[in-house]
């Protein structure tokens, strides 16, 4: 008697039930089937959260005004944005000591484009991989990057414990990984 109580509460709790679209085939219907999925919880587990961390990176030259795209090892574009993710939103903020504020998703193997985000959130269409890596500055580089100690959803409400935090002389920084 008490399994339809608990299936009733895993469906009303928040983060359990997702709903999802599942296209049929061109057979079945154009109209897409929508399903609850109930996610299963472990009896006596504790709801986990995950935030991630604000992450602030350094460049070898004044980029903060340019897009950046992420290339695996090989050189390949592992990353880059759709002009509609760019907006002013998306330019770095100063935090001081060469240090910026990453609001693009920038890693440790961006590299950065002669777009700025101006140009590049007005195109129409997104650049064809060879139009990007032709627009790579060449030796543009993050060079270094560093875990912050508060969420992303929470860095542009701190930004003045955020400088304080990159210009404490005495503090390791938690570097990511050094580009050479």
């Known amino acids: 008697m008490k399994i339809p109580y608990l299936i009733a ?14 296209k049929k085939t061109a057979e079945d219907s154009a109209e897409p089937e929508m399903r609850s999925v109930v996610v299963g919880i472990p009896h006596n587990s504790h709801p986990v959260s995950v935030m991630p961390k604000a992450t602030a990176f350094q460049m070898n030259g004044d980029y903060a005004d340019n897009v950046a795209i992420t290339l695996n090892a090989d050189g390949s ?8 993710d760019i907006s002013a939103a998306s330019r770095p903020v100063d935090l001081g000591n ?4 990453n609001r693009q998703g920038i890693s440790d193997r961006s590299v950065f484009t002669r777009y700025t985000f101006e140009e590049y959130s007005k195109l129409k269409s997104v650049p064809s991989p060879e139009e ?16 912050l100690p508060v969420p992303v959803s929470e860095a542009m409400q701190q930004l003045d414990s955020l400088r304080r935090y990159v210009a404490t002389p005495h503090r390791k920084p938690s570097i990511l990984r050094p580009k050479h």
């Open 9 to 22: 509460a895993l469906a009303i709790t928040p983060g359990v039930v997702a709903c999802s679209a599942h």
């Open 77 to 84: 574009l592992a990353y880059y944005p759709a002009p509609t």
């Open 98 to 101: 060469g240090w910026w504020l």
């Open 132 to 147: 990007l890596k032709k627009a790579i500055i060449p030796g543009s580089a993050v060079t270094l990057m560093q875990e």
